[in-house]
């Protein structure tokens, strides 16, 4: 099956700091990349869309000057939580994708927690 | 995007079929059924997928009903390791958003000893 990895696992930052996550399609070329988020007890929820080499695309009601996400590479992904605050503390999950017709694996997640 | 109801909990006990059901009544002909799972803490894990037939592979059976209106997932002998949430996702059709997967709130399924 296809991997996908995330780093870090975990990351405590101070409030205001910047958190790099990092997301790599380990076997396969991901043409696109997906960012959610997770809450406590809740579901995941879609942030964020990106096709390597295009801008990405957020939901509606996602700052993208907050989470700031480059698709560089067909294997990297990177999401950047800019001026974390306590409320951005959260499980971050990527997933990718060979095409649009393939299915859709996810990485292991990061927990961000802001002090 | 279709929606999808799944029960919000269901129990198995250990060695036993666990059948977790999905509603999807407002499903279009060219949208798939996916299944995921998440274990506690961790990300979310591939299951299986189906289109109009019934699949199986080495993890869980999928039965989907002539109409498409509805589906279940089968783990045929639940361990303790089974427990985690269980969603269905109806994913849309590549040419529309792009196919992205929408998580509701699963089924959360406890296998017991």
């Known amino acids: 099956g296809a991997v996908v990895s995330q780093h870090p696992s975990r990351v405590i930052c101070k409030s205001g700091t910047s958190v790099k996550i990092e997301c790599r399609s380990l076997d396969f070329q991901a043409t696109t990349m997906f960012w959610y988020r997770q809450f406590p007890k809740k579901s995941l929820m879609l942030m964020a869309t990106?096709?390597?080499?295009?801008?990405?695309?957020?939901e509606q009601g996602v700052e993208k000057d907050k989470f700031l996400i480059n698709h560089a590479s067909l294997t990297l992904s990177t999401l950047t939580v800019t001026s974390a605050h306590p409320e951005d503390s959260s499980f971050y999950i990527c997933s990718a994708r060979r095409s649009s017709q393939e299915t859709q694996y996810f990485g292991p997640g990061t927990r961000l927690l802001v002090l | 995007d279709a929606k999808t109801t799944q029960p919000t909990s269901m129990d198995c006990a250990e060695g036993r079929a666990a059948n977790l059901p999905c509603n999807h009544s407002t499903i279009s002909g060219n949208e798939y059924v996916y299944w995921y799972r998440q274990i506690h803490s961790q990300g979310p894990q591939y299951i299986i997928h189906g289109l109009k037939n019934n699949e199986t592979n080495e993890m869980a059976s999928l039965i989907i009903t002539e109409d498409r209106k509805s589906s279940t997932l089968i783990l045929p002998h639940a361990t303790l390791r089974d427990t985690a949430v269980y969603y269905c996702i109806v994913r849309p059709a590549r040419f529309i958003r792009g196919g992205k997967l929408i998580f509701g709130q699963g089924t959360e399924l406890s296998v017991k000893p």
């Open positions: 990106s096709n390597e080499g295009s801008k990405a695309t957020y």
